[in-house]
C-alpha cells in the first residue's frame, strides 16, 4: 500500500503527509463516534469524534467533551494511539513497520518521511528511523515509570500503570490530554508529577535530532549548528518565562498559599506547557491578563523544528529577530558565526505573516459566531485560536462550548498546525511551474 501510494508521481510528499492526517483523523473520529468506547454507550455525534481525534493526531489537547467523563477505556486506548502516530508522525510509524517486514522503501517514501519530520538529510533514513521509535519509546518508558510511583498506591496497578504510559505519551508527544478532568489542577504540590511531566515535555519539544546531538555530546564535544540555535533558544524562553510568570503572578493569589519552591516548580510550568503540552497545574481563568497574553506569545513561538510541538518554532524567531536586528545595522545576519540563507528568511516571514494572518481570520470568525461570557474579553476567543494553530491545548473554556462553525474552524486550525504551514502550502500550491517573467522593481517607501 505504502510503495502504491508514494509510485504515483502526481502526489507530492507535502499532499501525501496533508492527505495521511485527514484520513487518519477520520478513521480514529469513526471509532470514537461508536457506542463501545464511551461511558454511557449512547455514541458520539461526528464532528464532536472528529474534533478529539484532530486534536489527538494533531497533538493538540483542546476538546469538546470531558476526556474522562464522557470515554471510558477503550475511547482512552483510541485517543492514545492516534497521540502516538500523531506525535511521531504516521509516515516514520508506516515506513518502519514496512522496513521491518523486510520490504524496500523507495526514494519517494523516505522523502515524505523527512518532509513529515522537517529533516532534510536523505542519507541515513533508516538509521534515523530506528533512533527515532527507540528514544521515544526510552523516554516514554522512563516518564511512565516515574509516574506510577505517584499514581500506582492512588488508582491501582492497573488504572496506576494505565495513567501513566498515557500521560507520559501524552506529555512526550506535547498531547496535553489527562484523564483527571481538570488536567494537574490537582497536582500542582506533587514534585514527582509535574517535574516528570515537565521533562518530557521539554524532551519532546526539543526535536529528534537535538536530542541525538546531545546524547553523542559526551564522546564527540560538538554540538550541530541547528542543535546550538534550538538550545540556546529554549534556555532563554524557559528562564525568561518562568521570572515573567513569577512576576507576573506573585501576590495574585493564585500560588500564594504554596511554599517558594512549590511555587518556582509551578512558575517553570507556566512557562514550559505552552511550549507545546497544553497540561495545566492551575486554573487558567485566574491568570492575570499579564500571564495570559506571556502564554499567547510562548504557544505562538511554540516548540522546535522536528519536535513532537507545534507553534511558528523557535528557529523562525531566531531568524525573524536576527535578520531584523541585522537589517537595521546593514549587515548580514549571523549566528553563532554562520550566515542564515536566504531562502530561510523567507520561510520564517511566510510563516510568520500567513500564521499571523490565520489567527486574525479565525479569531474574526469565531468572534461573530461565539459567545463569549461575562467577565471575559478578546482572550476568550485568542486563547483558543492561538492554542489550536499551536497545537497546545490550554483554554479558557470555550472549547466545550463551540458552536458547529466553531468546531470546524478550529479543526482546521489544528490540522494546518500539525502539518504545518510551509507543507500545507506546497500540498495546494498545484501550479509547479515558475513564473518566466520578469517586472521591473518599484521604490515603496518603508517606515
Known amino acids: 500500500m505504502l510503495s502504491r501510494l508514494t509510485e504515483r508521481k502526481s502526489l507530492s510528499p507535502a499532499l501525501i503527509i496533508m492527505g495521511g492526517f485527514i484520513l487518519i483523523s477520520l478513521l480514529g ?37 470531558n ?83 505517584a499514581w500506582v498506591p492512588e488508582h491501582g496497578w492497573g488504572m496506576g500503570l494505565y495513567h501513566a504510559v498515557f500521560h507520559s ?90 511554599p517558594a519552591g512549590i511555587r518556582w516548580m509551578n512558575y517553570l510550568f507556566l512557562a514550559v506547557t505552552p511550549r507545546t503540552a497544553g497540561f495545566a497545574t492551575i486554573d487558567y481563568t485566574h491568570l492575570s491578563h499579564a500571564g495570559i497574553l506571556l502564554t499567547l506569545i510562548l504557544m505562538f513561538i511554540g516548540a522546535s523544528s522536528g519536535s513532537t510541538g507545534g507553534g511558528l518554532k523557535t528557529t523562525t524567531v531566531v531568524v525573524l529577530i536576527v535578520q531584523a536586528f541585522s537589517g537595521v545595522r546593514s549587515r548580514g545576519a549571523m549566528i553563532f558565526k554562520r550566515g542564515i540563507s ?31 461570557p461575562a467577565g471575559f474579553g478578546l482572550e476568550y476567543i485568542l486563547m483558543e485560536v492561538v492554542s489550536c494553530f499551536s497545537t497546545v491545548g490550554l483554554s479558557l473554556g470555550l472549547s466545550a462550548n463551540l458552536t458547529a462553525i466553531g468546531k470546524v474552524v478550529l479543526i482546521v486550525m489544528m490540522l494546518i498546525g500539525r502539518i504545518g504551514l510551509l507543507t500545507v502550502f506546497w500540498a495546494i500550491n498545484l501550479s509547479r511551474t515558475p513564473s518566466k517573467v520578469k517586472h521591473p522593481l518599484g521604490n515603496l517607501m518603508i517606515g
Open 342 to 372: 536566504r531562502e530561510a528568511m523567507v520561510k520564517a516571514v511566510f510563516m510568520f505573516t500567513a500564521g499571523m494572518l490565520l489567527i486574525s481570520l479565525a479569531s474574526f470568525i469565531l468572534l461573530s459566531t461565539e459567545q463569549i
Open 169 to 258: 505519551v501524552s506529555a512526550f508527544c506535547n498531547a496535553g490530554f489527562d484523564l483527571f478532568g481538570e488536567s494537574l489542577v490537582g497536582y500542582q504540590d506533587h514534585p514527582l508529577v509535574v517535574l516528570t511531566i515537565t521533562a518530557l515535555i521539554v524532551i519532546g519539544g526539543l526535536g529528534f535530532i537535538v536530542c541525538r546531538d546531545l546524547l553523542a555530546y559526551p564522546k564527540n564535544h560538538q554540538l550541530l549548528w541547528h542543535s546550538k540555535i534550538v538550545l540556546s533558544a529554549t534556555g532563554l524562553l524557559l528562564l525568561g518565562g518562568t521570572l515573567l510568570f513569577a512576576w507576573t503572578e506573585h501576590g495574585t493569589g493564585l500560588l500564594d498559599r504554596h
Open 67 to 149: 476526556t474522562l467523563d464522557h470515554w471510558n477505556i477503550w475511547g482512552w486506548t483510541v485517543i492514545l494511539c492516534l497521540i502516538e502516530v500523531g506525535g511521531l508522525g504516521f509516515m516514520t510509524l508506516w515506513v518502519t513497520i514496512y522496513v521491518f517486514m523486510g520490504k524496500r522503501v523507495d526514494l519517494k517514501a523516505q522523502q515524505v518521511v523527512l518532509e513529515s519530520l522537517n529533516i532534510s538529510d536523505l542519507s541515513q533514513v533508516h538509521a534515523l528511523l530506528s533512533y527515532i521509535l527507540r528514544f521515544a519509546m526510552t523516554v516514554q518508558g522512563i516518564g511512565a515509570f516515574l509516574l506510577a510511583w
Open 29 to 65: 473520529a469513526g471509532l470514537l463516534a461508536t457506542p463501545w468506547v464511551t461511558q454511557s454507550q449512547e455514541g458520539t455525534p461526528f464532528l464532536d469524534a472528529w474534533f478529539t481525534a484532530v486534536s489527538a493526531v494533531c497533538v493538540t489537547g483542546n476538546v469538546t467533551v
